[in-house]
């Protein structure tokens, strides 16, 4: 018997193989050259489809660790123009393709500065904001692409704008929304139940707030009605990502989970922070070297650019060496910040300019470099009651909380700037360790 059903069972193996073959041949009648040729020129088809555009929800930073963007984007006889919200009564237009590697992949092939300013490397930023300008292919629908940055390898998304949208309109929607978050703190909500205070920094585009224990730290981008996190909020169970901005309460709101608005009371106005300040910091000199005070003059911006943008002039005073630098203001914390910026001021100690690098220094004393470029820094706010500046480093992925600064000198090899390294260490003209507050003089 149990010959018999193996005999059976081989027959039919048999009769069904030509079926089996006749349905690869089927699935398999183009080379894989071909298929690839047929997703480019399919996926091009499907860029140039939506008249109106697209909208990309766009990441940078190695692990999503850089700002995020929201891009409008459209696509048509092999030019594509996008227009961002970092300059949003701009929109820049240059060529593109779909080409193939592993897979089809959408470059941006000539210069744009709405997208390759992202990835242009700086005095001391070699790899820029770490953005891309290269997307491969991960999966389409009518509607959404979902992409991934070549370089990078963060995903972001294409989503079609609806018929008779206006770019202008979209873009005046999210300046709107963004002019009138005159504060980065939130009181978050469950109902009527309170649940943590958080930020949600535009400077960035990240929220950071801690619930029942969980620390969240997120990337999101601007739409027309708020904004839309990469990673959602997770509260008693239930995910929470889009959250539409109710101007009127000056509030986020999603379902029953709110975000509202509320000033601290170190708040103050950009002009409170013009004048003098001497900032304290630990020891920077070898012992017996004459320590003099590290003083920071703030103005007010001297640029149209300097002005829309919340840069003030700034004067940093370093055993007696002055040096050129911009000090944000940050309008929705009503603080400044001291960030990693190039320095250009050629001397004989840093003759191709310096960066000044944020960096942690340890409680053993081991110094960590933040040596990527980013806006990851310190913010100083002010304590009415200690008459004081008071110091807070940002937290990052590499090296942990900023506490420090240090300014490494740059030279020239041949027509590179590269940092200054003598005796197998950095030349740092310029060094901040641990610092505390800001007082006025």
């Known amino acids: 018997m149990y010959k018999i059903c193996i005999y059976i069972l081989l027959a039919l193996v048999t009769l069904s193989a030509p079926s089996c073959l006749k349905d690869s041949k089927t699935i398999f009648d183009k080379s894989p050259a071909e298929r690839l040729d047929e997703a480019v020129r399919v996926n091009k088809e499907l860029l140039e489809s939506s008249s109106e555009g697209w909208i990309m929800h766009y990441y940078a930073g190695k692990d999503y660790s850089g700002p995020s963007y929201t891009l409008l984007m459209k696509f048509k006889d092999g030019k594509i123009t996008v227009?961002?919200?970092?300059?949003?009564?701009?929109?820049?237009?240059?060529?593109?393709?779909?080409?193939?590697?592993?897979?089809?992949?959408?470059?941006?092939?000539?210069?744009?500065?709405?997208?390759?300013?992202?990835?242009?490397?700086?005095?001391?930023?070699?790899?820029?904001?770490?953005?891309?300008?290269?997307?491969?292919?991960?999966?389409?629908?009518?509607?959404?692409?979902?992409?991934?940055?070549?370089?990078?390898?963060?995903?972001?998304?294409?989503?079609?704008?609806?018929?008779?949208?206006?770019?202008?309109?979209?873009?005046?929607?999210?300046?709107?929304?963004?002019?009138?978050l005159t504060s980065s703190s939130f009181s978050f909500k469950l109902g009527d139940k309170e649940l943590a205070e958080g930020t949600i920094n535009t400077t960035q585009n990240r929220l950071n707030v801690t619930i029942g224990g969980k620390e969240f730290d997120t990337p999101f981008n601007f739409t027309d009605k708020g904004i839309v996190l990469h990673s959602p909020l997770v509260v008693e169970g239930k995910e929470y990502s889009t959250f539409t901005w109710d101007s009127a309460a000056k509030k986020f709101v999603s379902g029953n989970l709110s975000a509202e608005l509320f000033r601290p009371n170190s708040y103050k106005t950009q002009d409170f922070w013009y004048g003098t300040w001497s900032i304290k910091h630990a020891a920077?000199?070898?012992?017996?070297?004459?320590?003099?005070?590290?003083?920071?003059?703030?103005?007010?911006?001297?640029?149209?650019?300097?002005?829309?943008?919340?840069?003030?002039?700034?004067?940093?005073?370093?055993?007696?060496?002055?040096?050129?630098?911009?000090?944000?203001?940050?309008?929705?914390?009503?603080?400044?910040?001291?960030?990693?910026?190039?320095?250009?001021?050629?001397?004989?100690?840093?003759?191709?300019?310096?960066?000044?690098?944020?960096?942690?220094?340890?409680?053993?004393?081991?110094?960590?470099?933040?040596?990527?470029?980013?806006?990851?820094?310190?913010?100083?706010?002010?304590?009415?009651?200690?008459?004081?500046?008071?110091?807070?480093?940002?937290?990052?992925?590499?090296?942990?909380?900023i506490n420090s600064f240090f300014g490494v000198a740059y030279e020239f090899q041949g027509n590179q700037r590269v940092p200054m390294v003598r005796e197998g260490k950095l030349v740092t003209p310029i060094v901040m360790p641990k610092i505390e507050h800001m007082t006025r003089k």
């Open 83 to 180: 227009l961002s919200e970092r300059v949003p009564d701009q929109a820049y237009t240059s060529d593109y393709d779909v080409v193939q590697d592993q897979g089809p992949v959408l470059t941006v092939n000539t210069y744009n500065e709405a997208l390759h300013f992202l990835a242009s490397a700086a005095l001391g930023y070699p790899d820029g904001i770490q953005g891309d300008y290269e997307f491969a292919f991960i999966s389409t629908s009518t509607d959404v692409i979902n992409l991934r940055g070549k370089k990078w390898k963060n995903n972001m998304t294409l989503t079609r704008m609806p018929k008779g949208s206006s770019w202008e309109e979209y873009m005046l929607a999210i300046v709107t929304i963004k002019d009138e």
């Open 284 to 401: 920077a000199t070898a012992p017996g070297v004459r320590r003099t005070p590290t003083l920071l003059q703030i103005e007010a911006p001297t640029s149209d650019n300097d002005k829309a943008k919340g840069l003030l002039k700034g004067t940093l005073t370093f055993q007696k060496k002055t040096y050129p630098i911009l000090v944000p203001y940050d309008k929705a914390k009503g603080a400044i910040r001291i960030i990693m910026q190039p320095i250009v001021k050629n001397t004989p100690e840093a003759p191709a300019g310096m960066v000044l690098y944020p960096a942690n220094i340890s409680e053993d004393g081991k110094t960590n470099i933040h040596q990527e470029q980013s806006e990851y820094g310190i913010t100083f706010a002010w304590d009415e009651d200690m008459g004081m500046a008071i110091a807070s480093g940002d937290k990052t992925p590499d090296v942990g909380i």
